[in-house]
Nanobody, 127 residues
Framework: QVQLVESGGGLVQAGGSLRLSCAAS????????MGWFRQAPGKEREFVAH????????YYGDSVKGRFTISRDDPKNTVYLQMNSLKPDDTAVYYC????????????????????WGRGTHVTVSS
C-alpha cells in the first residue's frame, strides 16, 4: 500500500506562492491518479486538484482554478501543487491522495474515490 508524505507548507503573505510536494513510497506510483484536497478549520474537506495517471488530464476546484497547478514527476514518485496568488481563504491543511482505480463510479472531486491519504501539510496565508 502506497504511503504519501506531503511537504512544502508554511506561512506566506497574500499574493505569494508556495509549492507543495507529495512523495509516494512505491515505484508503482505511475499506476495511481493523484489528488489534492484541503480542509480549513471548521470547514468540510474541499477538492483542490486531480491529475490522471498519465498526467494528461487535470481538474481543479472552482476556487483555485487559474491560480493552482497540479503536476507529477513519476521517476521521482512525486506529485506537486504549485499555488500562486495565494489568498487568506487558501489557509488550510492540504492533503494528497492516491486513486488506485478501485472506485471508478466516483468522480474525482469525491474524497471517497481515493484509497490512500497523506497526513497533510499546513498552509497559512496572511493578509
Amino acid at each position: 500500500q502506497v504511503q504519501l508524505v506531503e511537504s512544502g507548507g508554511g506561512l506566506v503573505q497574500a499574493g505569494g506562492s508556495l509549492r507543495l510536494s507529495c512523495a509516494a513510497s512505491e515505484r508503482t506510483f505511475s499506476r495511481y491518479a493523484m489528488g489534492w484536497f484541503r480542509q480549513a478549520p471548521g470547514k468540510e474537506r474541499e477538492f483542490v486538484a486531480h491529475i490522471s495517471r498519465t498526467g494528461i488530464n487535470t481538474y481543479y476546484g472552482d476556487s483555485v482554478k487559474g491560480r493552482f497547478t497540479i503536476s507529477r514527476d513519476d521517476p521521482k514518485n512525486t506529485v506537486y501543487l504549485q499555488m500562486n496568488s495565494l489568498k487568506p481563504d487558501d489557509t488550510a491543511v492540504y492533503y494528497c491522495a492516491a486513486d488506485s482505480g478501485r472506485n471508478p463510479g466516483r468522480v474525482v472531486t469525491d474524497g471517497y474515490k481515493y484509497d490512500m491519504w497523506g497526513r497533510g501539510t499546513h498552509v497559512t496565508v496572511s493578509s
